[in-house]
């Protein structure tokens, strides 16, 4: 069973920054990809970053690349993620998720994923 800790989260003004940090324990097998998803309110839960454990491949939707890296300590398990240029439209709760078999564009999808922490809040407002 992997075990995922988020923190970082909190409140900040358009145009600022924050970093969220993931840790995971437990038996993380090699070739697995550590991600972050977010869900605003009443919308679905969205893919955010994701990346190899090796940091090798990392994987971003538009709405967030050049904003947000993903980054890895894989000494440690744990993900960092950076994001700049925080908008209003980037509120709502991140989660850190991992997935044993995804591979490539299929790291997107939230179904992949067996292992979730549980959630961290992220609010953008001025």
């Known amino acids: 069973q992997v075990h995922l800790v988020e923190s970082g989260g909190g409140s900040v003004q358009p145009g600022d920054s924050l970093r969220l940090s993931c840790a995971a324990t437990g038996p993380t097998p090699r070739h697995s990809h550590m991600a972050w998803f977010r869900q605003a309110p009443g919308k679905e839960r969205e893919f955010v970053a994701a990346?190899?454990?090796?940091?090798?491949?990392?994987y971003y939707p538009t709405s967030v690349k050049g904003r947000f890296t993903l980054s890895i300590d894989s000494a440690n398990n744990t993900t960092y993620l950076q994001m700049n240029l925080l908008e209003p439209e980037d509120t709502a709760v991140y989660y850190c998720a991992n997935s044993p078999s995804c591979s490539g564009f299929s790291c997107f999808f939230r179904n992949n994923y067996d292992y979730w922490g549980q959630g961290t809040q992220v609010t953008v407002s001025s």
């Open positions: 990346i190899s454990l090796s940091g090798d491949n990392t």
